[in-house]
T-cell receptor, first 115, second 112 residues
Framework: GAGVSQTPSNKVTEKGKYVELRCDPISGHTALYWYRQSLGQGPEFLIY????????DSGLPNDRFFAVRPEGSVSTLKIQRTERGDSAVYLCASSTQAGGLNEQFFGPGTRLTVL | GDSVTQMEGPVTLSEEAFLTINCTYT??????LFWYVQYPGEGLQLLLKATKADDKGSNKGFEATYRKETTSFHLEKGSVQVSDSAVYFCALGGGSNYKLTFGKGTLLTVNP
């Protein structure tokens, strides 16, 4: 079956611009996660959705970052006034339910480059 | 807070060599432990996991044992193949902790 998909695969933008990154989770998965992977680092947690609501957004670095999941399926990560330090690979994952015994399935990521 | 420390790479081996990638962790409670693998051009995939002390996770010839006394979860494989070339990430999570905390990753290159 289809895995987690993310679009675009690559995004190049200029400092100060607004970007949206999209995640399509595996059908039926209620939990959705966003992580950010900087060069040479492991993924770092940003935000977690259970259904439509953001159950934990403690990993979002500042208020320029926002994410939504209005219908409990597709999610969009939004970054305002992008900065060069936002350059990273943004990963989305989904699982049947939240919790460590439920495997998180990762998408291929969106590589964001802020010039 | 929770953290994972894994061995610095890159690691370069010849085919059929023995592999060990060290991983230690700091966590409150009783986390589950994971190894994820990222093949070139692909997304992260779960390689194996262990959910409690002394559990051994295994998959594709890789093994790791959850050692609570040493807070470790070292990845091993007896005979690596060229196709094992990838970046390997140790991670912890589990129970009510839905977040995964990852190490920095170890790049493994296996030469024929």
């Amino acid at each position: 079956g289809a895995g987690v998909s993310q679009t675009p695969s690559n995004k190049v933008t200029e400092k100060g611009k607004y970007v949206e990154l999209r995640c399509d989770p595996i059908s039926g998965h209620t939990a959705l996660y966003w992580y950010r992977q900087s060069l040479g680092q492991g993924p770092e947690f940003l935000i977690y959705f259970q259904g439509t609501g953001a159950a934990d957004d403690s990993g979002l670095p500042n208020d320029r970052f926002f994410a939504v999941r209005p219908e409990g399926s597709v999610s969009t990560l939004k970054i305002q006034r992008t900065e060069r330090g936002d350059s990273a690979v943004y990963l989305c994952a989904s699982s049947t339910q939240a919790g460590g015994l439920n495997e998180q399935f990762f998408g291929p990521g969106t590589r964001l480059t802020v010039l | 807070g929770d953290s994972v420390t894994q061995m610095e790479g890159p690691v370069t081996l010849s085919e059929e060599a023995f592999l060990t990638i060290n991983c230690t962790y700091t966590a409150t409670g009783y986390p589950s432990l994971f190894w994820y693998v990222q093949y070139p051009g692909e997304g992260l995939q779960l390689l194996l996991k262990a959910t409690k002390a002394d559990d051994k996770g295994s998959n594709k010839g890789f093994e790791a044992t959850y050692r609570k006394e040493t807070t470790s979860f070292h990845l091993e494989k007896g005979s690596v193949q060229v196709s094992d070339s990838a970046v390997y990430f140790c991670a912890l999570g589990g129970g009510s902790n839905y977040k995964l905390t990852f190490g920095k990753g170890t790049l493994l290159t296996v030469n024929p």
